[in-house]
């Protein structure tokens, strides 16, 4: 079969540059979106009159046949096949004729590739979101476990205040949260039809695009052809939540990967998902949390190549843009891997309370302490600097806090009662902050119940 487009060519395509040139290896993905969106072209053409019902439907039939073949892995490419959308024609028609010659009558491969890529999206993040969700149950499974196992919190990566295992995951559960709502967002940006836009001007056939939309499940047309064939904003909108996917998942595996350290010791991961040392008997490596941060920087790297690639294009279609699927093949194919790792990973994690409960020093409750004074009539501004002196007379002494006697807290401020010491206690600490989004019992069995409600 000739080239689609070689008829005013005198020379053939030069070897080096048909290589350079062909998007086969990587485009063969769309190959079910592709037959899927030439057969409701097929059917479109009825309708203008193109074809007869019966060419129609020879067409659809045939391209039945490639999709089998392609199925049954008995496909046989052509050195003619540039592309996918080659391919199907080529093979198309080889079985059914001359007919198969009609099919491409008012479309372009700049609003078929478009379709394709946007149909691929559409089905990558029905994917992703389904795999998301399982990590977030894994992550409300194990915050359930262990809702109110105390735990030092941090910030600026120093003991901070106390909080609790399940209100320390579930902290990690809301980031994806705001990732499923974007992917659904992408899906929304993708569900818009190109096809009918043929190469930049609309197609001359009077073609139901309505009609199209509705067989393919997209929700809506393109109001304009130029930009309807360059417009690759899904493509970085799927990049961009593939990036922040990579980045909160990055986060996690970062304090797991500190919390199993000797010297945290809160956590120890499943030996089915951390590998050893070729030369230290005695290493237990974290390796899958730490590839799950590093595939964070390849899945930020597509993204910002993709924008690269856009930045400077003029309206319309531009060889450019087949460098848009490569990336989002890549982020996809990443994440398909890297969520069921993490899932498997979180689902098999075991806690140790007990280190955890060795790091709940008197300085996480300065907080508390300030809060008592608070209680007792002082301005929060004087309370917080006479609990720092506190801090600071435990330090130069090099006793915690509870060590201080009352005298020692009295002669910082009389406002110090004997009842002081009570401040004292994690479990008191932790249940006082009953808010909505706070460690309080009620507080955490609320949060749970709103994170099973966002994943349903």
Do not use: C
Not at 225 to 230: K, R
């Amino acid at each position: 079969m000739s080239k689609l487009w070689g008829g005013r060519f005198q020379k053939p395509t030069a070897e080096l540059v048909r290589k350079f040139n062909d998007s086969l290896p990587f485009d063969v993905r769309l190959v079910d979106e592709d037959i899927r969106g030439s057969m409701a072209w097929a059917r479109g053409l009825v309708g203008a009159g193109v074809l007869t019902p019966h060419e129609a439907q020879t067409l659809v039939d045939g391209l039945a046949q490639v999709q089998q073949e392609f199925t049954a892995g008995q496909f046989a490419f052509a050195p003619g096949d540039e592309d996918v959308h080659t391919a199907v024609e080529r093979r198309l028609t080889e079985i059914v004729g001359a007919v198969g010659g009609k099919l491409h009558t008012g479309r372009s491969r700049n609003d078929q590739v478009a379709t394709d890529f946007r149909l691929w999206v559409m089905g990558a993040v029905d994917a992703l979101l389904l795999h998301v969700a399982h990590l977030q149950e894994a992550l409300i499974a194990s915050a359930e476990a262990n809702l109110h196992t105390p735990m030092p919190g941090y910030t600026h990566l120093q003991h901070a205040q106390p909080v609790t295992w399940g209100h320390w995951i579930l902290s990690h559960f809301w980031p994806l949260q705001r990732d499923t709502v974007r992917l659904v967002g992408v899906r929304d940006m993708a569900s818009e039809l190109p096809l009918g836009s043929a190469a930049l001007a609309g197609t001359a056939y009077p073609v139901d695009r309505e009609f199209l939309a509705r067989e393919l499940g997209f929700t809506g047309v393109s109001q304009n052809s130029l930009d309807a064939v360059s417009n690759r904003d899904f493509a970085a909108d799927f990049l961009y939540a593939a990036a922040l996917i990579g980045l909160h998942l990055s986060r996690l595996s970062e304090q797991l990967i500190l919390f199993s350290s000797s010297e945290f010791g809160f956590v120890r991961l499943d030996d089915a998902y951390s590998t050893g040392s070729s030369l230290m008997p005695q290493k237990k490596n974290p390796d899958t949390l730490e590839l799950t941060r590093g595939k964070a920087g390849r899945l930020i790297g597509s993204l910002t190549g993709l924008l690269a690639t856009l930045k400077g294009l003029p309206s319309s279609y531009d060889k450019d843009l087949q460098e848009d699927k490569e990336p989002l093949f890549d982020a996809f194919d990443t994440l398909e891997v890297v969520l069921p790792v993490m899932t498997a990973v979180i689902s098999t994690l075991m806690l140790r309370p007990e280190r955890m409960a060795a790091q709940l020093e008197p300085t996480l409750l300065a907080t508390d302490l300030a809060d008592y004074l608070v209680k007792r009539g002082v301005p929060f501004r004087e309370a917080h600097h006479l609990v720092g002196q506190v801090v600071q007379a435990g330090e130069e002494r090099g006793v915690p806090l509870t060590a201080l006697a009352l005298a020692d807290l009295q002669a910082i401020s009389l406002h110090f009662g004997a009842d002081v010491l009570t401040v004292f206690d994690v479990a008191t600490s932790l249940a006082s902050r009953n808010v909505t989004g706070g460690t309080g019992p009620d507080a955490l069995q609320e949060q749970v119940m709103a994170a099973k409600t966002a994943v349903k």
